[in-house]
Nanobody, 121 residues
Framework: QVQLVESGGGLVQPGGSLRLSCAASGAIYTINVMGWFRQAPGKERELVATITTGDTTNYADSVKGRFTISRDSARTRGSMYLQMNSLKPDDTAVYYC?????????????WGQGTQVTVSS
């Protein structure tokens, strides 16, 4: 099992920055991919960014050039971050940390409880 806890959300003005953190615990050595998703009111949850154990990253087009995903280099630490710059009101959402484990041909997803990000003047 893997447990995920997000932190760092809050209220920020348009153009501002926030840094989200995700602390992973438990069987973190089994994690293959980690990522951030977000869900705005009335919308489906969407992918924001992912990072593999080899540090390959992937971003949604809407956040490219503004957001940066990273993780601790030591796999035993299990922390992941999302640096968000040039924030827009459209970035307002609950942000969720995700970890994926590939197990015997199946995919196991773990989720955090979410952290609210509000971009407003």
């Amino acid at each position: 099992q893997v447990q995920l806890v997000e932190s760092g959300g809050g209220l920020v003005q348009p153009g501002g920055s926030l840094r989200l953190s995700c602390a992973a615990s438990g069987a973190i050595y089994t994690i293959n991919v980690m990522g951030w998703f977000r869900q705005a009111p009335g919308k489906e949850r969407e992918l924001v960014a992912t990072i593999t154990t080899g540090d390959t990253t992937n971003y949604a087009d809407s956040v490219k050039g503004r957001f940066t995903i990273s993780r601790d280099s030591a796999r035993t630490r299990g922390s992941m971050y999302l640096q968000m710059n040039s924030l827009k009101p459209d970035d307002t959402a609950v942000y969720y940390c995700n970890a994926v484990r590939y197990l015997n041909g199946s995919v196991v997803n773990y989720w955090g409880q979410g952290t609210q990000v509000t971009v407003s003047s």
